[in-house]
């Protein structure tokens, strides 16, 4: 997520690069930008997205095989690479010290080389940031955009991509966009890891918040200094995707409540929200066809609210009916039927006859020195290997304090590809709903 609106948490997004050496030499032969694009982002593509939820680790090789392989495969593969959420060079303080710089061309330098190290043939920095912005519209940087097969777009702060890229207020491409928008829908991947992923989203694109006032306070159009708040870009990101709302990070810092918030308020009926370290694979990017899959060491929760109902009671707000879906690697699911696929998954018997254990931070709260990622989660599975059929869990804070309600549907049973542990999780009913501050348990 944005530098702005990120989690008190560390973000695991960025990345340091072996220093800027041949930077200069690339920004050299760059000639004076032309007037800039006046073409209005339209989300029609036909190619592929690689889009990664943070935290994505330097050994992946399944995710970094996969973009790869959607690029060419190994010795064919050119991937252009937009850090242009970093930092720029000219805010880093370390920027002349290739062991601790923190900035755009370290960055695209440090993923580049990572692409080779994973098979590509080439792969290379787009010098486009905030130091550069006139390059987002020049014809030479366009030139090698077209000698791509495959993108890759950097963490950080995904506002810093609609400066850079989006010509800002005006939100029309500029010539560098429009050039991958090109590509992508004559058939190249698009990959990006937590901000490059977010920046990937359509309408309502989420620029930061955490779950609690969110659920509390509802979402904001905006983009805010204050990390807590709630905010969304109404016109989006670049509109790659078409299926759904995105997040990020998000059973590492909770975000399931401020997604389903965001939604309930936007009126979306899908949000996509990807663990770290795992990806959502979209073939037929952008276009009513769209399908995922899931690959990656954790999984993306499916948050479903065609069937849902929100609104504000003398006690909060609440949400009724939504359905929570979570997929791990090797599944895949159709947005337009609804429907998960998991051809290597076996249902399984609960196990446990025992209470399913009390979870007093469902959306693990920055303000719980002692709170667990992956909290709704672990709870959901926790019901799974239950032969309950109900489980509740409940905020942090207190005023108020919000309760989920997880229920299995009738038949239901998790799938594992272990044939011991539940792992994926199809279509619980999901509900929240707010205490009366003076009913809540004290701490």
């Known amino acids: 997520m944005n530098a702005h609106a990120h989690s008190p948490r560390p973000s695991r997004g960025m990345r340091r690069g072996a220093g800027a050496a041949g930077i200069a030499v690339c920004l050299a032969v760059l000639g004076a930008a032309p007037a800039p694009a006046s073409v209005t982002p339209s ?196 509109g790659f995707l078409r299926s759904g709302l995105l997040d990020t990070h998000t059973g590492t810092n909770g975000r399931e409540g401020r997604s389903l918030r965001l939604a309930a308020d936007t009126g979306h009926d899908l949000v996509y929200a990807l663990d770290e370290d795992t990806a959502l694979v979209v073939d037929d990017a952008g276009s009513a066809r769209e399908r995922v899959k899931v690959i990656g060491s954790q999984g993306v929760s499916v948050l479903d609210l065609s069937g849902a109902h929100a609104g504000d009671g003398p006690t909060g707000w609440h949400l009724h009916n939504a359905r929570y879906t979570y997929l791990t690697s090797g599944d895949s699911y159709d947005p337009r039927t609804g429907r998960a696929a998991t051809p290597d998954k076996h249902r399984l018997a609960p196990t446990s006859h025992a209470p399913v254990p009390p979870n007093t931070d469902v959306f693990y709260s920055p303000a719980n020195v002692e709170g667990t990622p992956y909290s709704l989660r672990g709870t959901a599975r926790a019901l799974a290997a239950s032969t309950r059929r109900t489980a509740t869990a409940t905020t942090y804070e207190n005023d108020p304090r919000f309760t989920v309600t997880l229920t299995e549907p009738r038949g239901f049973r998790p799938l594992s590809a272990d044939g011991r542990t539940p792992q994926t999780l199809l279509d619980l009913r999901l509900d929240i709903d707010a205490d009366r501050p003076d009913s809540a348990a004290q701490r």
Not at 77 to 106: E, F, H, K
Not at 138 to 155: H, K, L, R, Y
Not at 198 to 207: E, K, N
């Open 43 to 238: 989300g029609v593509g036909h190619g592929s997205l690689v889009l990664v939820g943070g935290g994505l680790k330097d050994d992946n090789t399944q995710v970094y095989g996969e973009i790869i392989r959607r690029a060419g495969g190994p010795g064919q593969a050119r991937i252009g690479v937009l850090t242009a959420a970093s930092v720029p060079a000219s805010q880093d303080p370390n920027a002349d010290d290739p062991d601790t710089c923190s900035n755009s061309a370290c960055n695209g330098a440090y993923y580049a080389d990572l692409f080779k190290r994973h098979g590509a043939a080439d792969a290379q920095w787009i010098p486009v940031d905030l130091d550069h912005i006139a390059n987002a519209d020049s014809d030479a940087v366009v030139a090698q955009i077209n000698s791509m097969t495959g993108f890759f777009f950097g963490g950080g702060d995904q506002y810093r991509y609609v400066t850079s890229l989006l010509h800002g207020e005006q939100h029309t491409d500029s010539k560098v966009l429009a050039a991958i928008r090109a590509k992508l829908k004559a058939g190249a991947v698009v990959a990006g890891s937590s901000a490059g992923a977010q920046i990937a989203s359509g309408p309502d694109m989420l620029t930061g918040g955490d779950s609690y006032p969110g659920l509390r306070d509802g979402s904001r159009p905006g983009y805010f200094d204050d990390p807590t708040v709630l905010g969304y870009l109404p016109r989006g990101g670049f």
